[in-house]
């Protein structure tokens, strides 16, 4: 059980059975007064986000959150398959539950798929990836608009802006933090 | 900052002598605490350390010093945020035969004292005076559409006052919330016209609150009251350590009147210096510390 003081920013409370993440906090204490822990939290689950002040006495449950390494094996739909590369059992996590992380797939790829009750809910990618760049327009000479960047397609299907000199078949870094781009990889 | 931080002490305690009042010190290791429900104080080898220096200025008060102030460390256990370390820094003065109201001028002499010697000066509001006014019953009318009384009995008077009313107070000039219920005032002496509220204020700059002063409670029967229903209310609190403060009560009674008042430091040097965090503001924050 954890209580009140544990309460911070980045911890994982269980609240009415499901997981959240502290992404908020602020300790108060009005002058003779009771200290109260004010937090912000996110559903783990459902994404939903909402405000709670605690007093300190109250208790929370830890979730029951496990992080497991796996490989990302292919999608089917809007099911995407991964496998656990210790025993090789294999899940599926919604195109929903994994949001923007589906930018950044690719097959084979080994990353952490955190589980809550035994059930898939999120993936930590690697902080780099390297994608293949499918679509990119020439640079239009005497673009005089000021633009120093471009907009190019990877092969996953994502947009972004890219610096001139990206051409088509390049393969480049992006951070999948901001999912902005990094630099152009030689190979 | 080490500098204005410096310029900042000097000019308080240059401030206070200008005023003839004497600084004094006080033990910081003591054998008991004030009992108080909201404050758990950090145990030092059979001892405590100080939750702040009240007690014992206020016993120098009865042994006849008419103006007195201390500048020291007080620490509690488990304070810790943007506005909270567990040791900070304390400002507080007494003044003998007098109330709060005065000590609310003596907040406003200070600020513009240093304002004039404190430079770089980025206190978030003017510091034109009459500062603003407001009771506690007032600012929940206002701000929460409840009485005080209604808050209490509903047990929501702190989150109330948190999430409600601090963030509105001290906009535009430093404020004082003032007349406080007398459950929330365990020392302070009680309105003679309306015994149910205390003649306690807390001063608030841009939601931030500085300081808590109120007219003493001078009587001991009632103060030796006051402090039983603490302990009382300190579940945690060990029975055999429920010891009451016989030397302080005992000098209590030599007191006629009197007023005193506490100022989170940090906290005030925080604002004057354009900090977001009493981190920011002092010398080493905890994080700062070896461990």
């Known amino acids: ?187 | 900052m080490l500098h204005q931080r410096a310029a900042f002490f000097q000019a308080i305690r240059r401030f206070f002598q200008g005023q003839g009042f004497l600084e004094v010190d006080t033990p910081v290791r003591q054998p008991l605490v004030i009992p108080e429900q909201n404050i758990v104080p950090i145990p030092s080898a059979g001892h405590f350390l100080q939750s702040s220096p009240e007690l014992y200025m206020k016993r120098l008060l009865a042994g006849g010093c008419e103006k007195i102030f201390q500048i020291c460390h007080c620490f509690r256990s488990g304070e810790r945020g943007r506005l909270h370390l567990e040791e900070f820094v304390m400002l507080e003065w007494y003044r003998l035969d007098c109330g709060y109201t005065k000590l609310m001028g003596d907040c406003e002499c200070l600020f513009e004292f240093l304002e004039s010697r404190v430079t770089p000066w980025h206190f978030p509001v003017s510091l034109c005076t009459p500062w603003q006014r407001i009771t506690v019953e007032d600012a929940f009318h206002k701000y929460c559409s409840m009485t005080p009384a209604q808050a209490l009995d509903q047990g929501i008077f702190d989150l109330l006052l948190v999430e409600k009313v601090e963030a509105n107070l001290g906009d535009k000039t430093p404020t004082f919330l003032y007349d406080y219920p007398l459950e929330l005032a365990s020392l302070a002496r009680s309105k003679v016209e309306n015994p149910g509220i205390a003649e306690r204020f807390e001063l608030y700059v841009a939601g931030v609150e500085l300081a808590n002063g109120f007219s003493e409670l001078t009587d001991p029967v009632a103060q030796r009251a006051r402090f039983m229903e603490e302990y009382a209310g300190m579940e945690n609190f060990p029975e055999g350590e429920k010891k009451m403060p016989e030397l302080f009560l005992k000098d209590l009674g030599k007191i006629e009147s009197a007023a005193g008042i506490a100022m989170g430091l940090d906290r005030l040097f925080m604002l004057i210096s354009g900090q977001g965090s009493v981190d920011d503001a002092v010398t080493f924050a905890p994080d700062d510390l070896d461990v």
């Open chain 1, 1 to 187: 059980m954890l209580s009140a003081s544990d309460l911070r920013k980045g911890l994982k409370i269980q609240i009415d059975g499901q997981p959240y993440i502290i992404t908020h906090f602020e300790f108060s204490k009005p002058g003779k007064g009771q200290s109260l822990y004010r937090c912000k939290m996110r559903n783990m689950i459902t994404g939903n986000q909402f405000s709670q002040t605690y007093r300190s006495n109250e208790k929370f449950e830890k979730p029951a959150l496990e992080e497991r390494k796996m490989q990302y094996l292919y999608n089917q739909g809007d099911e995407y398959h991964f496998m656990d590369t210790e025993n090789y059992e294999q899940t599926f996590i919604t195109r929903e539950q994994l949001g923007e992380n589906v930018s950044f797939l690719q097959d084979n790829m080994e990353l952490d798929v955190l589980f809550f009750d035994e059930k898939p809910i999120d993936v930590t990618l690697p902080i780099f990836v390297n994608l293949v760049v499918t679509v990119a327009e020439p640079w239009a000479k005497g673009d005089t608009s000021g633009n120093d960047t471009k907009p190019v397609t990877v092969e996953t299907g994502y947009v972004l802006q890219v610096p001139p000199f990206v051409v088509e078949g390049d393969k480049i870094q992006i951070d999948t933090r901001t999912g902005a781009y990094v630099t152009r990889v030689k190979e």
